[in-house]
């Protein structure tokens, strides 16, 4: 089993992984839109979903996979004025992979958090 941190503080607060790779499939925990390099918070859901994107896209390429092998998604919305601003922004990115995908609208940890994403990949899942 590999085990991958992207070095948020919430990882070792939590006490746990951004992904697990577990033989082909890999399990990337929810991830909210914080820019980790800055730990800033953009103010639109739209900017978060995409910066969640990019720290998911970044775990799954640690465990050696990537984006097009999401096999299964959800998405945790705070509110529902924020949706067609998250569809906008990963509709682009999944479009073509059509994952199968949920989405909830719930209370987030932090009142700044309006969009936390969570993926499973099967590696190699893109190929078949």
Do not use: W
């Not at 990882?11 to 925990?29: H, I, L, N, P, Q």
């Not at 980790?36 to 910066?51: D, L, R």
């Not at 529902?80 to 992979?97: E, H, K, L, N």
């Not at 719930?106 to 700044?112: A, D, M, R, S, T």
């Amino acid at each position: 089993m590999l085990r991958i941190s992207t070095g948020s503080p919430f990882e070792k607060t939590f006490g746990y992984s951004r992904a697990v790779r577990d033989g082909d499939m890999v399990y990337v925990s929810g991830t909210t839109g914080y820019d980790y390099e800055t730990m800033t918070m953009p103010e639109h859901a739209g900017a978060q979903a995409k910066n969640a994107l990019a720290t998911i896209a970044k775990a799954l390429e640690d465990a050696g996979s990537s984006i097009r092998d999401v096999v299964r998604v959800t998405y945790y919305v705070a509110d529902t004025a924020f949706v067609d601003d998250v569809v906008a922004a990963v509709g682009p990115v999944f479009t073509d992979i059509r994952p199968a995908a949920s989405m909830i609208v719930c209370g987030l940890i932090k009142p700044e958090m309006k969009i936390e994403i969570e993926v499973t990949a099967r590696i190699g899942a893109h190929q078949s």
